[in-house]
């Protein structure tokens, strides 16, 4: 049976999985069981179109590409422009939202409440926004719970790679007592490309044009994405109740391309760490630049790969390494959350 899938934003994620969905067409349909359709979009910038019959995903690609807009997608019967993000997650026939919108780093909105919406309208929800897991995980997860539809974020933290589940899943048993990494791609890109000379100008340009960064990409120099990062970490992975005022934040912006060449010469690298401790019911959680000698395992991870170690107390430390940001690599996530969220479906239609 058809997944019908409606998107809330359409940018670098957004089109990411969409095109994922269009090359990998028949392996998803034959591996995995999964066929997926793009009923609705609705984006502020390109505009919104739904129809409940599906939408061409070859078509709706060209037009976006094309026009940076989905006024030319063609018209035909059946139709419907100008739904709003909570018109869409409503009135659409969609049995899964794509939440791809800005993370906003204050407020969670309106993510958190598309999030409501959807859940509160039996819908599946997947997203990489973090504002809504680092800010209402509890209530998100029990109002979704609640309703009997299923919540995937797998890409709030690392992108692709599986930095939630992995460890949720296949280190379940383990006490997770710290977890520390590099988890922003944009700022280990801006740092790997200043100790090769670039500006930080210019190493923040490139990082926005690879679409690493946030729309907003003070929320990724300054540190707020990966202190969100935590707080998901820790909720999630380690099932404390942190929240974002607890934990110390200290951005990359201030390291200087002087600071970079003196680490350099005395053999160490400058690195944006989050460290998250729990021990005897303590919580110590931060995000700061912190210089590491170059024998050490993080110092190696270059450009807008990222990494990450669980010490569990039972199988010891597990690092896990990989893409931190990217259009395909995050559009990934999605399709991991998407093709877990399908298996459940079909069994529960057995
Ligand atoms: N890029 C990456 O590598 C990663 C991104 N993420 C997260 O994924 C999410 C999407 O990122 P990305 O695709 O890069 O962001 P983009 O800025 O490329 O795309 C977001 C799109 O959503 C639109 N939008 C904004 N507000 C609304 C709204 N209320 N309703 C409908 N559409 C809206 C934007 O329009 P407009 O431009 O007009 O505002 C824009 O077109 C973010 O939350 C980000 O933090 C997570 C992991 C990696
Ligand atoms: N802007 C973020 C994207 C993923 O969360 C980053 O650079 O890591």
Not at 25 to 46: P, Y
Not at 170 to 189: A, K, V
Request: charged share 25%.
């Amino acid at each position: 049976m058809t997944h019908k899938l409606a998107f809330v934003g359409f940018g670098v994620v957004g089109s990411g999985l969409a095109e994922i969905l269009l090359d990998k067409q028949d392996m998803l349909a034959n591996q995995v069981g999964l066929e997926a359709e793009i009923v609705a979009i609705s984006d502020l910038n390109l505009g919104s179109i739904y129809h409940p019959d599906g939408l061409n995903l070859q078509t709706l690609l060209d037009v976006v590409e094309e026009d940076n807009s989905l006024e030319n997608y063609p018209e035909h019967p059946g139709l419907i422009r100008g739904w709003d993000s909570l018109q869409t997650i409503r009135q659409t026939n969609a049995d899964t939202i794509v939440e791809v919108t800005p993370t906003d780093v204050e407020t969670g909105q309106p993510a958190i409440d598309h999030c409501r919406e959807a859940f509160q309208n039996k819908k599946n929800l997947i997203t990489t926004n973090k504002g809504p897991v680092a800010l209402q995980y509890k209530e998100l997860s029990a109002l979704a719970e609640e309703n009997g539809v299923g919540w995937g974020f797998e890409g709030t933290v690392m992108s692709g790679t599986p930095t939630l589940r992995m460890p949720t899943v296949s280190l379940s048993g383990n006490t997770i007592n710290e977890i520390r990494g590099i988890l922003n791609g944009t700022t280990n890109f801006i740092l790997s490309k200043m100790e090769e000379d670039m500006t930080y100008d210019d190493a923040l340009a490139q990082a926005q044009e690879r679409g690493y960064a946030e729309a907003d990409p003070t929320s990724d120099v300054e540190g707020h994405d990966i202190l969100y990062k935590v707080v998901i970490l820790a909720n999630v992975v380690m099932d404390v109740p942190l929240a974002k005022d607890e934990v110390e934040c200290q951005g990359m912006k201030d390291l200087t391309a002087e600071d970079i060449d003196e680490a350099k010469s005395e053999g160490k690298r400058w690195k944006l760490l989050a460290r998250i401790t729990h021990q005897d019911g303590k919580v110590q959680a931060s995000v700061k630049p912190e210089k590491l000698s170059l024998d050490e395992s993080l110092s190696s991870v270059m450009g807008a790969t990222n990494a990450i170690t669980y010490e569990c107390d039972l199988s010891g430390p597990i690092t896990v390494t990989g893409a931190g940001a990217g259009r395909l690599e995050t559009g990934f996530s999605l399709l991991t959350d998407l093709i877990n969220m399908n298996k459940t479906r079909i069994y529960e239609m057995r």
